[in-house]
């Protein structure tokens, strides 16, 4: 099994800066090297890919939408993957999700958080 939450989320103004944690648990995590990602959902809007790490950090990708503004990261020790997300616009805000692929940043996301919100005010 493998449990993920993330924290972080919150109201900032356009320009500003937050740092999203989701931290990762549960006996599947620890025995699988899982790439981790996160994602976004917009109401009316489809959930979306915004960036993946892989199981040890060494490989990343982004959505073009975010590229130069948004760093993913991970520290194994804490079973934690972040993202870093500057210079945010409106069109970011949406519940943000982590994930947990057992196959890979291009494989199946099996895993997901609830969720945490990010508001950008204009």
């Known amino acids: 099994q493998v449990q993920l939450v993330e924290s972080g989320g919150g109201l900032v103004q356009a320009g500003g800066s937050l740092r999203l944690s989701c931290e990762a648990s549960g006996r599947t995590f620890r025995r699988y090297a899982m790439a981790m990602g996160w994602f976004r959902q917009a109401p009316g809007k489809e959930r979306e890919f915004i960036a993946a790490?892989?199981?040890?950090?060494?490989?990343?990708f982004y959505a073009d939408s975010v590229k130069g503004r948004f760093t993913i990261s991970r520290d194994n020790a804490k079973n934690t993957v972040y993202l870093q997300m500057n210079s945010l616009k409106p069109e970011d805000a949406a519940v943000y999700y982590c994930?947990?692929?057992?196959?890979?940043?291009?494989?199946?996301?099996?895993?997901w958080g609830q969720g945490t919100q990010v508001t950008v005010s204009s």
């Open positions: 790490v892989n199981w040890n950090g060494a490989t990343t």
């Open positions: 994930g947990a692929s057992p196959t890979g940043t291009r494989g199946t996301y099996d895993y």
